[in-house]
């Protein structure tokens, strides 16, 4: 299926201001898989304002704190700052089946990650944008 740059803002605009009742309806891996391409963004945004070096460079620096275990150390650091809410779209993503199997992390780590994926997942399609800053900030802070 073909979409065009159009359909895609929409499709963005029409998601961030669902509420938060209908974001919790949504599966914990859809949430795991729009949050890993909006923190993997908010990753990079970072990179690109504070560093001044080739694009190898920043994808080698990005990397690092995009990996599971990465992502597995913030979760684990910033689970005790989650709301209910936070925390019960956690718990249903770690308790998820997911269709992949983690590569270079182990089990517990990529389902961690996976949690971690997914509260932001739920914070960006609620349109939680203050939240969201705030968690994807400590996320960095806490992976390395």
Wanted: charged residues 20%.
């Amino acid at each position: 299926m073909y979409f065009t740059l159009a359909f895609a803002v929409e499709i963005c605009y029409n998601t961030l201001g669902m509420t938060e009742t209908k974001a919790l309806q949504l599966n914990p891996l859809t949430l795991a898989f729009v949050g890993d391409g909006v923190y993997g963004l908010y990753v990079r945004t970072y990179a690109v304002e504070h560093m001044d070096v080739k694009a190898s460079k920043m994808n080698s620096y990005c990397r690092d704190f995009v990996k599971a275990t990465a992502q597995a150390k913030a979760y684990r650091a910033i689970e005790t700052e989650l709301t209910e809410t936070e925390l019960s779209v956690a718990h249903r993503a770690r308790n998820s089946h997911p269709y992949n199997k983690a590569k270079n992390a182990s089990g517990a780590d990529y389902m961690h990650a996976t949690a971690l994926e997914a509260v932001i997942g739920y914070l960006y399609v609620s349109g939680q944008d203050e939240r969201l800053g705030y968690i994807q900030k400590r996320a960095m802070e806490e992976s390395i």
